[in-house]
């Protein structure tokens, strides 16, 4: 079945960065779009970025653009998100997706 486990959360300064990732398993990784969500404290789930099944295209929310950046390796079945610029709104769970599966979720805290 469908595993996806996320990592690389964590506690951070406003301005800092953090790397996350998601390895995937049970299905065929190469082939899939995936995206990043997250859940900030007391709100809505809501979408972070995706990634076509060959990289060659992303998307971000507006709040994100131009911080985040997210990227694959399909030989290692991983797909990351790479955040600069941190800032105090982005505090939240972030969540791997794919096609109806969620990871477990990691915990990103920007704070001074």
């Known amino acids: 079945q469908v595993q996806l486990v996320e990592s690389g959360g964590g506690l951070v300064q406003p301005g800092g960065s953090l790397r996350l990732s998601c390895v995937a398993s049970?299905?065929?990784?190469?082939?899939?779009?995936m995206s990043w969500y997250r859940q900030a404290p007391g709100k809505g789930r809501e979408w972070v970025a995706g990634?076509?099944?060959?990289?060659?295209?992303?998307n971000y929310a507006g709040s994100v653009k131009g911080r985040f950046t997210i990227s694959r390796d399909n030989a290692k079945n991983t797909v990351y998100l790479q955040m600069n610029s941190l800032k105090l709104e982005d505090t939240a769970v972030y969540y791997c997706?794919?096609?109806?599966?969620w990871g477990q979720g990691t915990t990103v805290t920007v704070s001074s």
């Open positions: 990634i076509s099944a060959l990289g060659d295209s992303t």
């Open positions: 997706y794919y096609r109806g599966s």
């Open positions: 049970g299905f065929t990784f190469s082939s899939a779009v």
